[in-house]
C-alpha cells in the first residue's frame, strides 16, 4: 500500500509541524502517493470525548473514516491516539450494529456512509510491515552508526487486543527493528513499557505527569542513551515539553527526543534545518555533536574492522552472558569492548589489556545467528596491541623466538627416549624463520 489518505489528527499540525515536515519528506523519499482530504476534524481524543460522551466519541471518528470510504482509500495516521480512536471505532462498530446504523442515519446529512471496510494502519506499523525495514535501510544515506537510541511506543499504538493487533503489546520489537534499520544501536531499559504519563496534564494532575517523565528519562540517563525516540506526538509533547519544564526546574535531565520520522529524515540525508529541529524545546545538538563525532570514529575504525560487522554484532548482544570467560572474570565483557570500539576509545581499549582474556574458543561464533561472533575483532585487536608495544610480554618473546628459529618450542629428546619414541624427523624450522624475516623486511 503505496497510496492512501494520510490523517494528521490535531496535534501534530497544531503544534509540532517539524513532525509533519519529517514524516512528509519521509514518505516522499519511500515513493509513497499520499492523499489529503478535506472536512477531517479531530480524530477525537479519548480522555476529553469519549468521558463525556461514547456516542459522540464513535460518531466522530466514523465521520473521519467515513470520509476516507469515500475517496476509496485506507488511512494511515501518525499519531497513536487518532490511531487508537480509530481502531476501537472500527472495533466497536463491527459488533455493535444497532448504534453503526444510528450513526449512519446521522451521517446522510452529508451523504456519507460508513462501512467499516477499509484498513487503519499508524505510520511505525505501515513502515514495518508495508515498507519493511531492510527497504527503509537501503534508503539511509547516513546512518546513525554508534548512536544509543531508546524507543517508546506508547500505549495506544498496542493496546487494547484485539482492535490493535500488530506487534506484540507486551513485547515489541518493529519500532526497534525500524531503529536497527537506521544503524543505530537499541538501548533496552527498565521502564521501556511504561505509559508516558502525559494524559494527566489533561485533567489537572500536572506533578503526577511530570513524576512519569522524570521516571522515565532518568531509567535512561542511566541507560546513557543519546536520545528517545517515539512514535506519538503526545508522548513527544511529555518527554520533550515537560522534559524542558523539569530543566527550568533546575533538575538535571537532558534525553533528546525524536519522532521516528525526524530520525529517517535525517538518516536519510535531510539537514536538520530543513526538518526544523531548532525547534524542539529539549535542544538535540548534543546528538548531533556526537553522531558526527561517531562518523570520525567510524573511518578511523574502518582502517582496522570491517564497521557493518561490529555495527550489527553491538546492535544484537544476544551472546551478551554465552562467553566462558565472563562467567568466570565477570570483569571481562566483550560485548562491552565492541561497545567501547564503536563510542570511539580503541586506543583505551588496546592500552586496557582486558582483550588479552579472549581465548578463541569460538563459542561466540558458534551461537552468532549472524555467524559473526567476536573472535576475529579481538584477534585483531590483539595485533593492534603488538603493533603497538602494548602487548603481554610473554607473547612478545614468543614471537620473537618464532621468528628466529620458525618453532615455538623443541622436543625434549629424553623424554621420547624413555618412552622409547625414534627421533622426529628433520623439522623446517629454519626454513620458516627465513621465509620469515624475508617477509617482514
Aim: include cysteine.
Amino acid at each position: 500500500m503505496r497510496e492512501f489518505a494520510i490523517f494528521w489528527g490535531c496535534t501534530i499540525p497544531a503544534r509540532f509541524p517539524m513532525i509533519e515536515k519529517a514524516t512528509r519528506l519521509v514518505l516522499e523519499d519511500l515513493d509513497t502517493n499520499v492523499h489529503e482530504l478535506a472536512r477531517h476534524t479531530c480524530c477525537p481524543e479519548g480522555t476529553l470525548v469519549k468521558a463525556n460522551s461514547e456516542r459522540a466519541f464513535f460518531t466522530a471518528a466514523a465521520r473521519n473514516l467515513a470520509i476516507v470510504e469515500a475517496a476509496k482509500l485506507d488511512v494511515v495516521t501518525p499519531c497513536n491516539g487518532c490511531y487508537s480512536t480509530f481502531r476501537e471505532t472500527a472495533s466497536h462498530l463491527r459488533s455493535d450494529w444497532r448504534q453503526r446504523r444510528e450513526i449512519n442515519d446521522r451521517l446522510e446529512a452529508e451523504d456519507l456512509h460508513y462501512r467499516g471496510d477499509l484498513a487503519i494502519t499508524h505510520f511505525a506499523e505501515w513502515l514495518s510491515d508495508t515498507v519493511g525495514a531492510a527497504a527503509i535501510a537501503a534508503k539511509v544515506t547516513q546512518p546513525l552508526w554508534g548512536m544509543r537510541v531508546a524507543v517508546h511506543y506508547g500505549c495506544h499504538l498496542l493496546r487494547p487486543q484485539p482492535a490493535v493487533s500488530w506487534d506484540d503489546p507486551l513485547h515489541p520489537t518493529k519500532v526497534e527493528e525500524l531503529v536497527a534499520a537506521l544503524g543505530a544501536q537499541v538501548v533496552d531499559y527498565p521502564s521501556k513499557m511504561q505509559c508516558c504519563g502525559g494524559a494527566l496534564d489533561r485533567v489537572g494532575e500536572r506533578e503526577a505527569s511530570l513524576a512519569f517523565a522524570r521516571c522515565k528519562l532518568s531509567d535512561l540517563m542511566r541507560e546513557e542513551v543519546d536520545a528517545l525516540v517515539v512514535v506519538c506526538p503526545s508522548c513527544f509533547q511529555q518527554f520533550d515539553l515537560n522534559q524542558a519544564a523539569l530543566q527550568r526546574a533546575n533538575e538535571e535531565v537532558h534525553i533528546p527526543v525524536f519522532y521516528l520520522a525526524e530520525l529517517m529524515a535525517l538518516a536519510m540525508g535531510h539537514s536538520p534545518e530543513e526538518i526544523g529541529l531548532d525547534m524542539h524545546r529539549v535542544p538535540v545538538d548534543t546528538f548531533l555533536e556526537v553522531w558526527q563525532e561517531r562518523a570520525v570514529d567510524k573511518e578511523q575504525l574502518a582502517m582496522y574492522f570491517d564497521v557493518s560487522l561490529l555495527g550489527t554484532c553491538y546492535s544484537c548482544l544476544a551472546c551478551k552472558d554465552d562467553c566462558p570467560v565472563c562467567k568466570i572474570d565477570p570483569s571481562f565483557q566483550p560485548t562491552e569492548i565492541i561497545g567501547d570500539l564503536i563510542r570511539g576509545r580503541l586506543d583505551d581499549v588496546v592500552a586496557e589489556g582486558q582483550l588479552w582474556k579472549c581465548l578463541h574458543c569460538y563459542t561466540c561464533q558458534e551461537l552468532c545467528h549472524s555467524r559473526i561472533g567476536m573472535a576475529e575483532t579481538f584477534r585483531r585487536l590483539k595485533e593492534i596491541a603488538m603493533e603497538r608495544g602494548t602487548g603481554p610480554g610473554s607473547v612478545a618473546a614468543a614471537y620473537s623466538e618464532f621468528l628466529a628459529t620458525g618453532t615455538l618450542g623443541k622436543p625434549r629428546e629424553s623424554a621420547r627416549r624413555k618412552l622409547r619414541l625414534g627421533a622426529l624427523p628433520e623439522g623446517g624450522g629454519d626454513v620458516v624463520a627465513r621465509l620469515l624475516t624475508q617477509r617482514e623486511d
